[in-house]
């Protein structure tokens, strides 16, 4: 198992270095640059900025740059922000996505799992069709019309929460309860349908059945035979779900004024601020692949069949 | 091996389970009669889909719902009728007093959880007294003695640590452990190869004379019964058509069905036509919606035209111990009622039309 984790470990340097270099070259390809605004800039400014950032140097010169940096930790300078570097808006913006992202995660998984197992037991009576139907209005309504109707409601209507902001003085958790419920929905529907189908297979297998057969319990047989072999294709959800959930939500964090590492996916990408593209990409990979590795370590200690070496 | 005036431990009377599908009621057990007696090994045999294996289920009460429903008929276990007992009293029934062994011991045994966890838990759950350690012992006695070496460590197995062979004996120990009056055992030998065939049928003959269990035994494959079992149940869509001694089903089988199925096991000594495997023609009938007549009758080559195809043939006693329910053996008294009962109700269906 050891030997198998630091494998898999080292695995992830040649995976980190193909997207890096993917994303760098990528950015470039697409038309536009960094520094071309509506007006035209001078030639000559034009040609002072891009020595400054090393624009002027061969494309393979830069790229050995970057690499270099990143290696060292440096995911180089921001080619809008010009007082700051890509280190520093993700390091302040990502521990506040990670915040909302892991107690929205937290939410959908309890809430999801619970309403799954609740509707695949009732199969086809009323708790069934509300939960899936709970789920249904999660997938499909999107998240610019949920997060001002709980705004109108809990926080105009009710008054029980203020409608954005993040961390205010006072009591600042409160602003934190309204987004990650936003952010969680969509992700709870999914871990519901799926936690659902993949219980009612469960409980149709044979080994269920023989555990029936000894005797046991409903209860018993839902929680201690079928749990396990249910849960599978929710880990495996989760990887790929916890990358998205905690690099954040443009949505979410423009309308409730959260602010995360969303918003920088976008705006970055019409800035063409290449840096802070490749900045992004590289912390959202970084994290997808380390959750990837997880979900595969959890699946070991669920399912007794696969062993690692 | 049964004993003279053994007790009874297993009596069905006219048992009905039905399924409810889009396409109509699937009458996949309709009416059916049968007893077993302590350290009696009954054979019940037939085609895919005629009903056996929900037939079992129903004495278990694990009939899938929906939608799957016992309408109708009684199963006494022990002198109580066990369609009548609640939930809980069931679930102290199955696995304590009728055990149940399956047809794939690869998919039956939970893939999650160790043989000790899986056999642990069924004792303790009928015998709530039993530690944790006494029960993990006599789980391991258990093993070894359906012949699993090693059982010591191997309990602490995984189940797909095991061959299939050994699962099945893990799951015949695990149906033994609180010494079952009655084991049923749904083709248990089906998913494995020959020689094992071989080892699993002899240990569950081994149960069933030491500690005088008696046994259901499911299955298609007439040479096993001929082997193990003292009795024979011939069903055919839904019904038993058959019911015998084994000796006398085999030396004369009354039912053209039984015939038909006898003929059809490959014999070094007799060469059909051309040296080809003799085989009943056609298909067996789709359940649903079967019209009042002999199931059989389209693949009989005793059919009467005129009667099987228009009336439910009568159950005839051909011995004290020998039951079919067959047209062959009706008295003539019995044809003219029948005859004349179908041709009123034609009557009256061409009226109402």
């Known amino acids: ?309 | 091996m049964i004993e003279k005036d053994a007790k009874l431990i297993l009596d069905v009377h006219g048992l009905q389970t039905y399924f409810k599908t889009d396409a109509g009621i699937v009458k996949a057990v309709d009416g059916i009669d049968f007893s077993v007696h302590e350290g009696e090994t009954l054979g019940i045999v037939g085609e895919s889909g005629c009903g056996k294996s929900v037939t079992n289920l129903s004495v278990m009460r694990l009939v899938q719902s929906p939608p799957g429903k016992i309408v109708g008929g009684e199963v006494f276990f022990e002198g109580d009728d066990i369609l009548k007992v609640s939930e809980a009293e069931m679930r102290n029934i199955r696995g304590n007093k009728i055990s149940m062994i399956f047809q794939d011991p690869m998919t039956s045994l939970n893939p999650f959880l160790r043989i000790s966890t899986q056999m642990i838990e069924t004792i303790r759950l009928h015998e709530t007294n039993v530690t944790k350690q006494e029960a993990l012992a006599r789980s391991i006695q258990l093993l070894k003695n359906v012949g699993i070496p090693g059982a010591e460590e191997r309990i602490f197995c995984y189940p797909h640590q095991f061959s299939g062979g050994m699962r099945q004996r893990v799951m015949i120990a695990m149906a033994l452990s609180c010494n079952a009056k009655l084991l049923i055992a749904d083709e248990p030998t089906t998913a494995l190869d020959v020689t094992i065939q071989a080892q699993i049928l002899e240990l569950i003959q081994k149960v069933n004379h030491e500690m005088k269990t008696a046994v259901i035994l499911i299955t298609h494959d007439l040479g096993v019964v001929a082997g193990m079992c003292d009795n024979v149940c011939v069903m055919y869509a839904g019904k038993i058509v058959e019911k015998a001694p084994t000796d006398k089903i085999y030396k004369f089988p009354a039912h053209p069905y039984t015939e038909g199925l006898i003929m059809s096991v490959p014999r070094m000594d007799i060469k059909g036509e051309k040296g080809k495997l003799f085989s009943i023609e056609g298909q067996p009938p789709n359940v649903i919606d079967l019209p009042e007549c002999c199931a059989f009758h389209p693949r009989c080559h005793k059919a009467m035209q005129g009667l099987c195809n228009r009336c439910y043939p009568p159950t005839v006693m051909l011995d004290d111990d020998h039951e079919v329910t067959c047209w062959l053996y009706g008295d003539e008294k019995q044809k003219k009622v029948a005859m004349a009962r179908a041709d009123e109700r034609e009557k009256s269906e061409e009226v109402s039309k």
């Open chain 1, 1 to 309: 198992m050891a030997k198998y984790v630091l494998k898999r470990l080292l695995g992830i340097i040649p995976t980190m270095l193909i997207i890096v270099t993917l994303s760098f070259f990528i950015v470039r390809v697409a038309p536009g640059g960094p520094f071309d605004g509506e007006k035209k800039l001078p030639d000559v400014v034009k040609k002072n900025i891009e020595a400054k950032y090393h624009m002027n140097e061969p494309l393979l010169k830069q790229y050995g740059r970057y690499i270099l940096g990143v290696i060292q930790g440096d995911l180089g300078p921001s080619y809008k922000y010009k007082d700051h570097d890509v280190n520093f808006f993700i390091g302040s913006s990502l521990p506040n996505s990670m915040i909302l992202g892991v107690i929205a995660i937290t939410l959908a998984v309890v809430f999801g799992v619970t309403f799954g197992i609740l509707a695949s037991v009732n199969q086809n009576s009323w708790v069934d069709y509300l939960s899936m139907g709970l789920a249904v209005i999660g997938i499909s309504i999107p998240l610019f019309v949920i997060c001002p109707v709980l705004q109108l409601v809990f926080a105009m209507k009710l008054q029980w929460l203020p409608t954005s902001g993040w961390f205010r003085s006072g009591d600042p958790w409160t602003t934190v309860i309204m987004p990650s419920v936003a952010l969680s929905f969509s992700y709870f529907a999914n871990i519901a349908r799926l936690m659902r189908s993949s219980m009612l297979e469960t409980l149709r297998s044979d080994y269920i059945r023989t555990a029936k057969a000894k005797g046991m319990k409903r209860s018993t047989i839902i929680f201690k035979h079928a749990m396990k072999g249910a849960l599978l294709p929710i880990v495996s959800y989760l990887g790929p779900a916890f990358a998205g959930i905690v690099t954040g939500s443009v949505v979410v964090e423009q309308v409730f004024r959260v602010p995360g590492l969303g918003k920088f996916f976008v705006q970055s990408s019409f800035n063409r601020d290449y840096t802070l593209i490749v900045g992004v990409v590289i912390v959202y990979s970084v994290i997808l692949v380390v959750m990837n590795f997880i979900v595969d370590v959890i699946y070991s200690f669920l399912d007794p069949r696969i062993s690692y070496q």
